[in-house]
């Protein structure tokens, strides 16, 4: 019966095979058709564009301006108009961007020699002075940036004209790797200046290879190709982003021929998109990792840490991955996904064994168990009455308290551990590659997000957040990896694969982050 009833969860909401979807009586299948033709035909010549690139994504960007958001909607818009010092290339190595190569010249200072002769969109020099006035004003609090990687950069020294020395308050082993994306974008800083923030925010000028051309908030941001990029122009002669919450406008859109590549898609909207003539799914190991964060601070069943066992017992995760995701995520044994630096194959995943379950359950003093809440997005909501569902079996009622995604980012974020109740659903993007990313806000005692107090744990933290040896950082994950499989602070669950849904006109690989770089792409007409 349990099996069935996740299959039931998967299948809600799945759409009739019609070619089209009607919501509400509406013909989503003609919604925008005369403004959003194919890219190849009259509409894209109109623009000064033959081949336009149509991409949709789950939402807007929250702000044009690169150091004023932190979410990977926004960046994945963002990085088509800016360049980063470092990148990651689709074999999942770091790379160079603008800055050519770097080096640890002392245990505080990483040296970036930068890339000769790059301008910004309008003309300005991107030099050693763009890059210092970038991170600065990225760590200058009256920017109010959510951007947390560079915590440890605490100035730049212009060297020369295309040589930065970053100086960090400890040795900061993977700050190359923090460079790549968030923390990395450059700004001009001439133009700022004279535009002011908020007409920057309206009108973006970075480096990359896309220029801004106008944005609609909730329809459209447009973007033509930069024929003066230092890597070449690109293929595509124009980028369109489009939003496309659920996947009855994904439908709509590629098959109106509005939109050419959604991304974004949870296993859920991709079982509704498959089987239509016309759209084809792909997807790639991906590198963003769910979890259950267990809130053992606060007087309750979760501080033992049998009861914490006994959840990640309970919870078949390959069950769940088959019947709610489709089959498209794999396994996680202890937070850090594979792919990622400080993964440990050796740590292996708890076996899943209600009577295991119930027998730690009644050890801890809880023969029939006991109630709690499990707190999700609404977005995860599949997922969450799911993972409830596997609990009730060993005896787990926990009640499931969906949110709006800004509310629940809003608890996420807040200084109130608490906020978002005993037991959560959560998830870490991890696009440092680098387990540092997914263990840095969860675990060490003192971060914002750490539900679980332990010296040991934070002393590993310390090691493989500053260690110059990457042997001795690599035994530190693995040591911290097998006491979290111990003390269970989390439920650990999986890596969700990346999903796209395409027409037949695009061709393009993400990287295992999924970030939509699109410089690379080129489409048929």
Same mark, same amino acid.
């Given at each position: ?6 299959? %039931? ?20 299948? &003609? ?185 609609? %908030? ?38 109106? @021929? ?130 409830? @569902?596997?609990? &009730? ?88 990896? %097998? ?30 982050? @999924? ?11």
């Amino acid at each position: 019966m349990e099996r069935s009833h996740l299959g %039931r969860m998967a299948d809600r909401g799945r759409p009739t095979r019609r070619g089209v979807l009607r919501t509400g009586g509406l013909l989503l299948g &003609a919604l925008g058709a005369p403004a959003l033709l194919s890219a190849c035909g009259t509409n894209a010549a109109a623009d000064g564009a033959g081949n336009v690139l149509r991409v949709s994504q789950p939402g807007d960007p929250k702000t044009l301006d690169p150091q004023k958001q932190g979410d990977m909607v926004s960046m994945n818009v963002l990085i088509n108009m800016f360049d980063t010092l470092t990148t990651r290339g689709h074999d999942n190595q770091l790379h160079p961007r603008l800055a050519v190569s770097w080096t640890a010249t002392d245990a505080r200072t990483w040296r970036f020699a930068l890339r000769p002769g790059v301008t910004f969109h309008n003309g300005e020099a991107c030099d050693a002075r763009a890059v210092a006035f970038s991170i600065e004003r990225l760590l200058d609090p009256a920017t109010k940036s959510p951007i947390v990687e560079l915590r440890y950069v605490k100035g730049v020294t212009v060297v020369d004209r295309l040589t930065v020395d970053v100086h960090t308050t400890v040795h900061d082993p993977i700050l190359p790797a923090k460079l790549s994306l968030f923390g990395g974008v450059v700004l001009p800083p001439r133009h700022l200046a004279e535009a002011g923030d908020a007409a920057f925010a309206e009108h973006p000028v970075g480096t990359g290879p896309f220029t801004f051309v106008n944005w609609q %908030r909730d329809h459209e941001l447009r973007m033509r190709a930069y024929s003066g990029h230092w890597n070449g122009r690109p293929s595509v002669d124009g980028l369109v982003f489009s939003p496309a919450p659920n996947a009855s406008s994904s439908l709509a859109a590629l098959q109106s @021929g509005g939109v050419d590549l959604v991304a974004g898609l949870t296993p859920d909207a991709a079982q509704q998109l498959d089987g239509y003539s016309g759209v084809t799914l792909d997807g790639y190991t991906g590198i963003r990792t769910s979890y259950l964060s267990l809130n053992t601070l606060e007087r309750g069943p979760l501080q033992d840490r049998r009861v914490r066992q006994a959840l990640n017992h309970a919870i078949d995760v390959p069950l769940l991955i088959k019947a709610v995701l489709g089959g498209k995520a794999t396994e996680t044994p202890a937070l850090v996904p594979r792919g990622a630096f400080g993964f440990d194959p050796t740590v292996k995943p708890f076996t899943r064994s209600l009577e295991t379950a119930r027998t730690l359950l009644a050890e801890a003093g809880h023969p029939h168990g006991f109630a709690t809440t499990l707190t999700a997005s609404n977005v995860d909501s599949n997922v969450a009455e799911a993972l409830s @569902g596997l609990l &009730a079996r060993a005896g787990v009622r926990a009640r499931v308290n969906l949110l709006d995604p800004g509310t629940y980012a809003a608890r996420l974020t807040s200084d109130n551990r608490g906020a978002l109740g005993p037991i959560y659903l959560a998830a870490s993007t991890v696009w440092t590659m680098d387990g540092q990313s997914i263990v840095q806000s969860n675990v060490r005692s003192d971060r914002r997000q750490s539900r679980w107090h332990s010296k040991e744990a934070d002393r590993l933290i310390d090691i493989e957040e500053l260690s110059e040896s990457p042997e001795k950082r690599k035994r530190a994950f693995s040591d911290l990896q %097998r006491l979290m499989r111990r003390e269970a602070p989390f439920v650990f669950l999986y890596q969700l694969d990346n999903i796209f849904a395409r027409n037949d006109r695009p061709r393009w690989t993400p990287g295992s982050a @999924g970030v939509l770089a699109m410089e690379s792409a080129e489409v048929s007409c």
